[in-house]
């Protein structure tokens, strides 16, 4: 059973840096369309960012050219570098995948079906 886990949260001040990672374990094949996203306190889940198979990339409005999102499938692990932080980048962050490829066929990148348990970042001003 594959599995999700995120490290690299923390509290950093204003205009700090963090890395997150996502190692995926258990079985990590038939992962597709990875992701990062997050929920600040009291407010919706939004993604932050994503890579695809081909190795495309999106990324929110708030977070681009700040954030990037890669992935090193020598050891199956998703990072998201962040720079710049912003106060408003607090929330706990969770990394997604797309599983299976029935789901994938069905769904494309439109519905991740395979969740860590999310890390927490905190900016302070």
């Known amino acids: 059973q594959a599995q999700l886990v995120e490290s690299g949260g923390g509290s950093v001040q204003a205009g700090g840096s963090l890395r997150l990672s996502c190692a995926a374990s258990g079985d990590p094949y038939g992962l597709y369309c990875m992701a990062w996203f997050r929920q600040p306190p009291g407010k919706e889940r939004e993604e932050v960012a994503a890579?695809?198979?081909?190795?495309?990339?999106t990324y929110a409005d708030s977070v681009k050219g700040r954030f990037t999102i890669s992935q090193d499938n020598t050891d199956n692990t998703l990072y998201l570098q962040m720079n710049s932080l912003k106060p408003e980048d607090t929330a706990m962050y969770y990394c997604?995948?797309?599983?299976?490829?029935?789901?994938?066929?069905?769904?494309?990148?439109?519905?991740?079906?395979?969740w860590g348990q999310g890390t927490q970042v905190t900016v302070s001003s």
């Open positions: 997604a995948a797309v599983r299976g490829v029935s789901h994938y066929s069905t769904y494309g990148c439109s519905d991740y079906n395979l």
């Open positions: 890579i695809e198979s081909d190795d495309s990339k």
